[in-house]
């Protein structure tokens, strides 16, 4: 008892130690990420109210659908790009986990027991939509179950080239307390799930570099451009309405 009290300062001590060794890291040469022009855009579109309405047209395939939050996001960020999806007719459903603070081995076995039992509900394999880090938890979750998955569509998300190619990557390591490189489970981000696999990204990101977001034909089926900032991917009408058409496109 007295042995475990004394211990618990110490690992305090060190999780601190190393959440603070990965804010010092410098960022390695030769690797681009978005300019700081973009990142003060961004600024303003979090302060920015709500986008105008999107007329909503019925879905030519309805399906059951899960949307995946960015990191350090709550699903309420997502909600008019759930709203416009229900709207037209989709089944849409959040991803059951809060705040997205990054991978564990928890909550990761959480998600695919979660994707399992939507596609056992509705008798139909999920789309998984992923904004920023939300698809990446998409694409592992469709390259290691891919018959509980119908297609993968990420906005903004870094599986392509290296994981310090964006202005988060500090951040991020600070919060979860392990390398962008070093994640808590066995994956692999930049494999193409045997999946249809589309990437939105935007070439006015200011968190994410667009190759990055964008990736290599051998990494995704499609990759689409929409002129936005990151933080828009969430809720901006030309957002929702490309992921209302690749939903509607047969692979």
Request: aromatic fraction near 8%; charged fraction near 20%.
């Amino acid at each position: 008892m007295n042995i475990t009290a004394r211990r618990q300062p110490g690992s305090l001590r060190e999780a601190i130690a190393r959440r603070a060794a990965f804010a010092r890291e410098p960022h390695p040469a030769g690797v681009h990420k978005p300019p700081l022009q973009l990142l003060f855009a961004e600024l303003r579109s979090f302060y920015r109210g709500r986008h105008k309405g999107l007329r909503v047209e019925p879905a030519a395939r309805p399906m059951p659908v899960m949307l995946l939050p960015g990191f350090g996001s709550h699903p309420r960020r997502m909600k008019p790009m759930a709203d416009a999806l229900a709207a037209a007719g989709h089944h849409v459903h959040e991803w059951g986990l809060g705040f997205n603070f990054g991978p564990n081995p928890q909550n990761f076995a959480f998600l695919m027991r979660r994707v399992g039992a939507i596609a056992h509900q509705h008798k139909a394999p999920v789309a998984l939509v992923g904004w920023s880090l939300g698809g990446l938890f998409a694409r592992e979750i469709a390259r290691r179950a891919p018959w509980m998955v119908a297609k993968v569509i990420t906005m903004g998300t870094p599986f392509s080239g290296d994981p310090r190619a964006n202005n988060a990557w500090r951040a991020y390591q600070m919060v979860t307390g392990h390398s962008v490189d070093q994640p808590p489970i066995d994956c692999d981000f930049a494999v193409k799930p045997p999946v249809p696999t589309i990437a939105l990204w935007s070439p006015r990101d200011g968190i994410i570099a667009p190759r990055s977001a964008c990736g290599w034909p051998e990494e995704r089926d499609r990759a689409v451009s929409i002129r936005c900032t990151h933080l828009d991917f969430a809720r901006a009408p030309a957002v929702v309405a490309e992921v209302l058409r690749q939903l509607d496109i047969e692979g």
